[in-house]
């Protein structure tokens, strides 16, 4: 099958706060997105407010580099930044349906964590290549050997039988804030040996395939995740599976409840550093967010109008914990906030749903409340606190476990 030998496709996972926003910072500095002068702020992924005060990953993100391979041809590389705790595990998930490979980082000192299993299981079970990369090498309690024995024993513990190939993986020992990768193993508190982090971008392109694709096949865009412009609206990223996409064409919208319409894409955009930029058409591999359809969600195919090739839904796991989130119902209701009205948190609840597949809104016996299940505590109260800043007034319940009835 012919390739596309320009692109790759790879998704950045790891416990929560091993480096994987930092790790994004300086492949971008490196492939030249700034200008030297330019003041960009650390973490520059972590574009929400939210994110940049918590100072941690929330939505998964992606970001393209262009960057030249030892042998000087160009290559863009497509990189998905997920979050690295355990309540935004969805958004992983979904990361992983857009990309081919994926770097699994770990800390030099804390060694693999819960997190780092739960997503090494999740890039195991779609057979996608992995390249171990131990960051932070430069930590003063770096126990470098350590925690790549740990590694390891960790793969073994999750490997099925027939994936032995998958523990070939190469290993390339990082400080990602000092912007260097070495595939020697540095002293540990040490720096790597190459000033920069082109060892990183050398296995990156001789370990993630790139993308395949069958000549003259139908067109198949998977929806992975959703956005939203000011000007354009909804926004639709997709990972473009096979065919081709033009800018104004005709597509089929293949919907989850098996339903087909035909959608024109009035705008079509593919990322560059930390911009989308309109394009003329894109093929299969991209990345790309379509403007034009305002009701379109997660895990729907955009196929061809004349013979509609839906992908299959994508999957996420259970959710874990619930909470009740209704108006605020105390005499002193609409003093702090002017969303009161249990329509309005409805809608907002209805909102939240369509981009975010790991929550689900179930009703109560009030009629102003409603159950909201969710990944985990931080999950559910960051959504509080966005609605609390989008003015709502709430009254919220405590988080409780979600027991499920398996076979009555
Ligand atoms: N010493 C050292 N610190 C690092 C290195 N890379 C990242 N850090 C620090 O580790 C902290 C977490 O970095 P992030 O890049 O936000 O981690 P993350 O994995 O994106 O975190 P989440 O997205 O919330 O899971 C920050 O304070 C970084 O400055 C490194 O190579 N060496
Ligand atoms: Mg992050």
Known sequence: ?????????????????????????????????????????????????????????????????????????????????????????????????????????????????????????????????????????????????????????????????????ILDFPIVYCAAKAGRASLNMPDDGGFPDSDNLQPLFETIFTTIPAPEYEEGAVLQAHVTNLDASPYLGRLALCRIVSGTMTRGQ?????KHDGTVQNVRLSELLMTKALDRAPAESAGPGDIVAIAGISEITIGETLSDPENPQPLPLIHVDEPSISMTIGINTSPLAGQSGKNVTARLVKNRLDTELVGNVSIRVLPTERPDTWEVQGRGELQLAILVEMMRRESFELTVGKPQVVTRVVDG
Request: proline residues 3%.
């Open 250 to 254: 005709t597509v089929a919208w293949c």
């Open 1 to 165: 099958m012919p390739i596309r030998n320009d692109l790759r496709n790879v998704a950045i996972i790891a416990h929560v706060d091993h480096g994987k926003t930092t790790l994004v910072d300086a492949m971008l500095w490196q492939s030249g997105a700034f200008r030297a002068n330019q003041d960009v702020k650390t973490q520059v992924m972590d574009s929400m407010d939210l994110e940049r005060e918590k100072g941690i990953t929330i939505l998964a993100k992606n970001t393209a580099v262009e960057h030249m391979t030892d042998a000087g041809e160009k290559v863009t590389i497509n990189i998905i930044d997920t979050p690295g705790h355990a309540d935004f595990g969805g958004e992983v998930e979904r990361g992983l349906e857009m990309v081919d490979g994926v770097l699994l980082l770990v800390d030099a000192s804390e060694g693999p964590l819960p997190q780092t299993r739960f997503v090494l299981r999740k890039a195991l079970a779609k057979d996608l290549p992995i390249i171990v990369v131990i960051n932070k090498v430069d930590r003063q309690d770096a126990r470098i050997k350590e925690v790549l024995d740990e590694t390891y024993a960790l793969f073994m513990d999750l490997v099925e039988d027939d994936q032995a190939h």
